[in-house]
């Protein structure tokens, strides 16, 4: 029965209810239900996905999932003539250290056991970067989102993650803070379930233009992203991409601002990226700029779960812009 379930046997006994954090018993392949005979929720499986959501705390509803509504991402099969063309228009999005950070992150992940268990949020997808992680066989990773997907192990609500405290040895939350509700209260639920001195790793845009549609809520700068984790000991943390992005993005969407129409938004979209993208390669001499901190397309944050917070004193004497 367990086997059906996409969940590796070792996380399973993680699960808790995402409403009173009580232990979830699978009473078939197709359904969970707490313990807790006071809550008594039940939380439905499909195609081996359990569907771990509190709706009274979630934008989300477990219908969404079991109607195969569209969520975050667009749920309808991808054609492969627009997939073909799409690989020779130029991609204005240019990560430029996130290979790196995950290097980093896998070696401190593995000096801390044989086997760290790793939940991704927003992992329905590979992140960018993510293949130096998947590579290590090794790493136990749980990859959750509010969409199926090819990777999906898990449906949830990073506000409320249904798994026990002290679960992981590492989260990774790659470009999701900006398309939930509530930052503050996932980084929250973060700390949580980390082991003690467990590790993060965030990515989290500044100077990006809406890209979620209805799912895009907050923008953080350098100083806003460090004080997200204030719980968490700082290990590294700056931009990970440059203005040159962040020029590139805002010239494509001052394009796109003059029409709704998809058709002609989709040439504008072609005629920006053949226009523009040469304004990323500038990152990979900008990123480590101090101008950059004032700058970046996007932030990085790596962390070790801590006992002590950071205090807004000490918060602004952390400022390495350039003004």
């Known amino acids: 029965m367990q086997s059906e379930i996409k969940l590796p046997a070792t996380i399973q006994p993680l699960l808790c209810c995402p409403r009173c954090r009580s232990n979830l018993g699978l009473i078939s392949s197709e359904q969970y239900k707490c313990n807790n005979f006071e809550c008594n929720l039940l939380f439905p499986v499909r195609d081996g996905i359990p569907i771990l959501i509190d709706e009274d705390a979630s934008i989300f509803s477990i219908d969404d999932f079991l109607s195969r509504h569209n969520t975050y991402f667009d749920l309808a099969p991808k054609n492969p003539v627009k997939q073909f063309i799409k690989r020779f228009i130029p991609d204005t999005s240019r990560n430029i250290k996130t290979v790196n950070h995950y290097q980093d992150f896998v070696k401190l992940l593995l000096t801390k056991s044989n086997s760290p268990k790793v939940l991704v949020l927003g992992g329905s997808i590979l992140g960018k970067g993510m ?115 962040a020029l590139a993005w805002s010239y494509s969407y001052f394009l796109l601002s003059f029409t709704k129409s998809k058709f002609v938004r989709i040439l504008l979209d072609i005629f920006a990226r053949f226009t523009s993208f040469y304004l990323t390669y500038f990152d990979e001499f900008l990123i480590d700029k101090a101008g950059t901190l004032d700058a970046a397309s996007g932030y990085y944050f790596m962390g070790r779960k801590s006992d002590s917070i950071l205090s807004d004193k000490e918060l602004i004497k952390l400022y390495k812009g350039a003004f």
Not at 148 to 171: M, N
Not at 195 to 205: F, H, N, R, S
Not at 214 to 227: A, Q
């Open 131 to 245: 293949k130096v992680v998947v590579k290590y066989p090794e790493i136990v990773l749980v990859e959750s989102d509010v969409s199926f997907g090819d990777r999906t192990d898990v449906i949830l609500d990073a506000h409320s993650i249904p798994f026990k405290d002290d679960s992981f040895d590492g989260v990774i939350v790659q470009a999701v803070l900006e398309h939930v509700v509530d930052p503050q209260k996932c980084v929250e639920e973060i700390h949580r379930v980390l082991k003690k001195d467990g590790l993060v790793y965030a990515e989290t845009p500044f100077m990006q233009q809406v890209h979620g549609g209805c799912y895009d809520f907050t923008r953080f700068t350098h100083l806003g992203h460090r004080r997200l984790f204030r719980k968490f000991e700082e290990i590294e943390s700056g931009a990970v991409c440059g203005p040159g992005m």
